[in-house]
C-alpha cells in the first residue's frame, strides 16, 4: 500500500493509482484516511497541550509556560503540514476512484466517495482560538510559514495570477492574428470577423482560467457536470434566444447581408447598422432604430438593395396620344446619356412600353452604380419634366370623356270627348301614340 510511503510525491502516487480497480483504490482511500485520523489525534492532543499551557500561564508560570507553548505551537504547525500532505494524497485517490466509478446523475460525488471527503474536510483545516489570541497568532504565522500553509498558496495564487496574465496576452495576440489573417482572406462578412475574433480571445481566456482553477487545487470535473447540467436548463428556458442565435449563425455563415448594406427585411427598410449572434440593429431611412431578433430575418424574405456593385433605375414617363413618339425616345435617350452618373453598359433601355388609357408610356431603364441608385433617379425625373415642356411633349393626367344621353317622352293630347278617348286608349293599347 502507498500509505506505508507517506512522503511519496503526488505525481507518483497518481501514476501508480492509474491501474488500480475500485476495490484496489477504496484499499488505498482506507489506508490513507488511518494516516490522516493518526494525524488528527495527534493535532488534537497538540491543541489540548497548548491550551493546558496556557492555563499554567494565567497561574504565573510565565517563563517556562512560554517556552513550552512555543515549542507545542511549532509541533502543531508541523503536525497539521502532515495532515494537509496526507488529505492531499487521499484526493488524489478519490479521484481515481471517480474516473472509474463516474460521478451521479447531479454532477455530484457518489456517497462511497463523500464519506472520506466528509471526514477529510471535518479534521483540516485550522480552527482559531478566539479565546487565546496568543495562540492563534502563533498558529497564522505557523500556516504562513508551513510549507503545507502559506507558501503553497503563495505559490498556487501566484501561478493562477501569472497563468490568467499569459492568457490575457496570448488571446490579444492570437485574436490580432486572426483579425490579421481574415483580412488577407477572402472577403467575410464583418459579423463572421467579429465572431472569429471574439471567439478565439474567449476560448484562449478559457482555458486559461481552467488551468489557473487547476493551479489553486480546484477540482473542476465535478464543477464542468454541474455547468453542464445547468447549461441543460438553461438551453431550455432560452429556447426562443438560442433560435435567434442559431438563426445568426445561419447569416454570418451564408452572409445575406453586412453591416452598412440597405436591405429589407422583416417588413423593415434601412441600412445595418450592427448585427450579433442574436439580434439585428437597422436605421431605417427616416433615422428610427429598429432592432430586429434574427429568428425573424433569416425566416422571411431578405432583400439587400447593396449586394451588387450596379444598379437598374426603372422609370415610366409618358407623353399624350397627340404627341410624337420618335421625338420623345430621342429626347428620353439624350437626357439618359448627357448623365454623368449612368453607365455606358450595361445599355440603357427605352421603349414604348404601353398604350394607357390617358397616356402613351415609355419605360426608362439606365444602369448606375448602387450608392447612385436615387440620385439618378431623382435627377432623370427632373430633368424629363424640363425637356419634356422645352421640347413641347406634354405629359397627360388621367382623364375621362364623360357622355351624357337624355331620353325624351311625348306627351298625349287631352281627350276632347268620350269616343276619343275610347279611341285613345285603344291606340295605348297597342303601343302607339295619339293624334288630332
Not at 477529510?120 to 489570541?133: N, P, Q, R, Y
Not at 500556516?143 to 501569472?162: A, C, D, H, P
Not at 445547468?230 to 445575406?256: C, D, E, H, K, W
Request: net charge negative; aromatic share 8%; charged share 20%.
Amino acid at each position: 500500500m502507498t500509505s506505508e510511503t507517506p512522503q511519496i510525491s503526488l505525481d507518483t502516487l497518481d501514476i501508480m493509482m492509474a491501474p488500480l480497480t475500485v476495490k484496489e483504490l477504496k484499499t488505498e482511500a482506507d489506508g490513507w484516511l488511518k494516516l490522516i485520523k493518526a494525524s488528527a489525534h495527534k493535532v488534537a492532543d497538540a491543541k489540548l497541550r497548548i491550551k493546558s499551557i496556557s492555563q499554567k500561564k494565567s497561574n504565573g508560570e510565565n517563563a517556562q509556560a512560554s517556552a513550552e507553548k512555543v515549542s507545542a505551537m511549532e509541533q502543531l504547525t508541523e503536525l497539521r503540514a502532515t495532515r494537509t500532505a496526507e488529505i492531499d494524497r487521499l484526493n488524489i485517490v478519490l479521484e481515481r476512484i471517480n474516473q472509474k466509478i463516474g460521478l451521479g446523475e447531479n454532477g455530484r460525488e457518489k456517497e462511497d466517495v463523500l464519506a472520506y471527503r466528509r471526514y477529510a474536510d471535518a479534521v483540516g483545516g485550522i480552527k482559531l482560538d478566539t479565546s487565546d489570541a496568543e495562540s492563534s497568532f502563533a498558529s497564522i504565522k505557523g500556516w504562513f510559514n508551513s510549507k503545507e500553509g502559506g507558501q503553497r498558496w503563495t505559490f498556487n495564487i501566484g501561478s493562477f495570477l501569472l497563468i490568467i496574465f499569459v492568457s490575457w496576452v496570448l488571446a490579444h495576440i492570437l485574436s490580432g492574428m486572426t483579425h490579421r489573417a481574415l483580412k488577407f482572406g477572402s472577403k467575410q462578412s464583418m459579423l463572421l470577423h467579429d465572431f472569429l475574433v471574439g471567439m478565439t480571445f474567449r476560448i484562449v481566456m478559457i482555458i486559461g482560467i481552467i488551468f489557473g482553477l487547476a493551479a489553486l487545487e480546484v477540482d473542476i470535473g465535478p464543477l464542468m457536470a454541474v455547468i453542464g447540467a445547468a447549461g441543460f436548463v438553461v438551453a431550455f428556458a432560452l429556447q426562443g434566444t438560442l433560435s435567434n442565435f442559431a438563426s445568426g449563425i445561419m447569416i454570418m455563415l451564408y452572409r445575406p447581408f453586412d453591416v452598412n448594406d440597405a436591405v429589407e427585411v422583416a417588413g423593415i427598410n434601412g441600412k445595418v447598422s450592427s448585427l450579433n449572434l442574436v439580434s439585428t440593429t437597422i436605421t431605417t431611412f427616416d433615422n428610427k432604430r429598429m432592432i430586429v431578433p434574427n429568428n425573424e430575418i433569416w425566416g422571411n424574405t431578405i432583400t439587400n438593395a447593396s449586394a451588387s456593385k450596379e444598379r437598374r433605375v426603372d422609370m415610366v414617363f409618358g407623353i399624350g396620344y397627340g404627341d410624337d413618339v420618335d421625338h420623345a425616345i430621342k429626347v428620353l435617350k439624350e437626357i439618359v446619356s448627357e448623365h454623368p452618373l449612368t453607365l455606358d453598359a450595361p445599355e440603357a433601355v427605352i421603349q414604348l412600353h404601353e398604350l394607357a388609357d390617358s397616356s402613351v408610356n415609355f419605360i426608362c431603364r439606365p444602369w448606375v452604380r448602387t450608392p447612385d441608385f436615387w440620385t439618378v433617379y431623382w435627377d432623370i425625373t427632373r430633368n424629363v419634366k424640363i425637356r419634356f415642356d422645352a421640347e413641347g411633349l406634354s405629359i397627360p393626367y388621367p382623364q375621362q370623356d364623360l357622355h351624357i344621353y337624355q331620353e325624351q317622352q311625348s306627351i298625349p293630347a287631352p281627350a276632347k270627348n268620350a269616343e276619343q278617348v275610347h279611341v285613345h286608349h285603344g291606340d295605348d293599347q297597342m303601343g302607339l301614340e295619339g293624334t288630332d
